[in-house]
Antibody, heavy 120, light 108 residues
Framework: EVQLVESGGVVVQPGGSLRLSCVVS????????MHWVRQVPGKGLEWVSL????????FYGDSVKGRFTISRDNNKNSLYLQMNSLRTEDTALYYC?????????????WGQGTLVTVSS | DIQMTQSPSSLSASVGDRVTITCQAS??????LNWYQQKPGKAPKLLIY???NLQRGVPSRFSGSGSGTDFTFTISSLQPEDFATYYC??????????FGQGTKLEIK
């Protein structure tokens, strides 16, 4: 069974930094493109970032570009999101998401999310 | 960036009803569209990929169609477990991969 387990969500002040982690099990992690998707509680979904299977390609949404960095450690089956210069509008539930093999833009497995709250 | 306009934003229906949700892209995205279901307190679930292909394990009452800029998601006969929020998502070419605003399907 594929499992994605996020951690690292806390309350942080505006301007602060945070690192989210996601541990993936039940598959060969380095076969897959991975993503972060976020959701403000009670609102819609926003794609945040992706990283290719080998970490060689990364992309970001406009709202986080230059502030967030996605990375992965295939030896640890782990995905990360380094979040800097946090803003109140970054408050959201952050999901770790797996892309389908050969079609990394089909989000076929999701974690349960980790809540980031940016507040003074 | 490609914008996705989903409608309606909410919908009331009864068990057994046929329900249709539409999604319109701001430019031609071929068939590069997915549909997801999200229940309260749960992560989204992929239902339809490439506009019309049913994800494995998803009941056949769910279907999708369309190409270019206009897409449709249909539930042929609503079941009690189908009351949820549904999202379209485009993946044309490179990111960002934008979602529609969501459609909340409620019991009438």
């Amino acid at each position: 069974e594929v499992q994605l387990v996020e951690s690292g969500g806390v309350v942080v002040q505006p301007g602060g930094s945070l690192r989210l982690s996601c541990v993936v099990s039940g598959l060969t992690f380095d076969d897959y493109t991975m993503h972060w998707v976020r959701q403000v509680p009670g609102k819609g979904l926003e794609w945040v970032s992706l990283i290719s299977w080998d970490g060689g390609n990364t992309f970001y949404g406009d709202s986080v570009k230059g502030r967030f960095t996605i990375s992965r450690d295939n030896n640890k089956n782990s995905l990360y999101l380094q979040m800097n210069s946090l803003r109140t509008e970054d408050t959201a539930l952050y999901y770790c998401v797996k892309g389908r093999l050969g079609a990394g833009y089909h989000f076929d497995h999701w974690g349960q999310g980790t809540l980031v709250t940016v507040s003074s | 960036d490609i914008q996705m306009t989903q409608s309606p934003s909410s919908l009331s229906a009864s068990v057994g009803d046929r329900v249709t949700i539409t999604c319109q892209a701001s430019q031609d995205i071929s068939n590069y569209l997915n549909w997801y279901q999200q229940k309260p307190g749960k992560a989204p679930k992929l239902l339809i990929y490439d506009a019309s292909n049913l994800q494995r394990g998803v009941p056949s009452r769910f279907s999708g169609s369309g190409s270019g800029t206009d897409f449709t998601f249909t539930i042929s006969s609503l079941q009690p477990e189908d009351f949820a929020t549904y999202y379209c998502q485009q993946y044309d070419n490179l990111p960002p991969y934008t979602f529609g605003q969501g459609t909340k399907l409620e019991i009438k």
